[in-house]
């Protein structure tokens, strides 16, 4: 079940959350990296958990993409900006397409993964839609060693005479478990109308070990390729996995 209202009742409001042209840059990772293992071809790809299609839309064109999500409004949003990909409505820890991939890819959806046992699941998942020799290639926005703690983000974006102002306020309340937490506000003008809501999601938090440890387990030989910190300073690497 969804219970963040940012992927429900205020999916529209995504596109103005975090724009697809913020992506451009990190997706040219994505696809060295998927180039690097896959060398040149149309190959196929599936992305577990593709929100908006924003990252995805940077690799359509040279892929031959499917995509799940958990969020009905979500694929819708995807299959907007999106238009030639299949998507299905499924959960990473449970989907079975029935068919494998060259490639298969979770973005900052892998943060909703909050215990050991879900990024198994997640994991198994990944592995079940593999060819042998096919990659998965995972982006976590924190580890738990570089974790910022309570931090407070806000950026403004606009468009089509809407603007949306996003305040992120980021903590973790227990520091023994593996869990963190953003509570967001977000407040948007379209016209003369001005609203304010709240969403709050718990997002999971494991050490780069961990990671590594897990998909070890699972059948995956790991890499990790460092980057420049997405905007806001999260996510600084790919974790790339190749199927044993
Ligand atoms: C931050 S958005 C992903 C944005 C995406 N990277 C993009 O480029 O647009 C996170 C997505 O993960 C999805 N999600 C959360 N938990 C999930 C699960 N267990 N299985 C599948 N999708 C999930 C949410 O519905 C949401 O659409």
Redesign the pocket.
């Known amino acids: 079940m ?1 219970q ?1 209202r940012l ?1 429900s009742d205020l999916a529209h409001l ?1 596109p103005l959350v ?1 724009p697809a042209a913020d ?1 451009a840059e990190e997706a040219g990772y994505w696809r060295q990296a998927l180039r690097r293992v896959l060398g040149p071809g149309k190959h196929s790809i599936l992305e ?9 839309s940077y690799l359509t064109e040279e892929f031959q993409a499917t995509a ?4 009905p409004q ?1 694929l819708e949003l ?1 299959q907007q900006r999106n238009p030639g990909v299949q998507h299905w409505q ?4 449970t ?1 079975r397409l029935g068919r494998t991939f060259r490639a298969v890819l979770i ?3 892998v943060m ?2 909050l215990t050991e046992e879900d990024l198994r699941a997640a994991l198994a998942t990944a592995r079940a839609h593999l060819e042998p020799g096919g990659v998965l290639i995972l982006a976590p926005d924190w580890f738990a060693e570089s974790f910022p703690g309570t931090s407070v983000l806000h950026w403004t974006h606009r468009a089509g005479g809407m603007e949306l102002t996003t305040i992120e306020y980021a903590f973790d309340p227990d520091p023994s478990d593996t869990t963190v937490e953003s509570r967001f506000i977000f407040i948007w003008r379209d016209g003369t109308e001005l609203r304010v809501e709240q969403d709050h999601h718990v997002m999971g938090l494991f050490s780069l070990a961990t990671w590594i440890r897990l998909m070890e387990e699972m059948g995956f030989e790991s890499v990790v390729q460092r980057h420049a910190p997405r905007e806001g300073g999260y996510g600084d690497c790919l974790l790339v996995g190749i199927v044993r």
């Not at 958990?49 to 924003?54: F, Q």
């Not at 499924?90 to 820890?93: C, E, F, I, L, Y």
Request: charged share 15%; hydrophobic share 40%.
């Open positions: 969804q963040h992927y995504f975090t992506y577990l958990g593709v929100g908006g299609g924003h990252l995805l799940v999500d958990l969020s979500m995807s499924g959960d990473m820890r989907v973005h900052d959806a909703y993964m």
